[in-house]
């Protein structure tokens, strides 16, 4: 998964007519050390979904923006509108991962 280098990067990408999903954590984060475990599986089921990662460290005025409380958190931006935000305590297994991502089909 690539990880998102620079504001304007984060910018463009979030800015996109197709779904983009960010994955919020930080290189401390254990949970996010599992969650990378099996997301590369969740992310070959959601093709239709360009999939990055954020330090949570490196921006932390955009992860104040987004509410962003706890990590690893998952959110999900169209057309530079924020339309869905898994939180930390949600987002420990690949089911609740995936039922997420599925809720997220009449949004595309």
């Not at 239709?48 to 958190?73: C, H, L, W």
């Amino acid at each position: 998964m690539e990880r998102i280098q620079t504001e304007k990067q984060y910018e463009d990408l979030i800015n996109r007519d197709g779904l983009t999903v960010i994955k919020y954590d930080a290189t401390w984060c254990p949970d996010c050390k599992t969650l990378d475990k099996f997301l590369p599986d969740i992310m070959a089921k959601h093709s239709d979904k360009e999939f990055y990662a954020m330090d949570v460290e490196q921006f932390e005025d955009i992860t104040s923006k987004n509410d962003v409380r706890g990590i690893p958190s998952l959110l999900v931006y169209k057309n530079g509108e924020k339309l869905a935000h898994l939180h930390s305590k949600f987002a420990k297994t690949p089911a609740e991962i995936s039922e997420y991502l599925e809720t997220l089909e009449s949004k595309k």
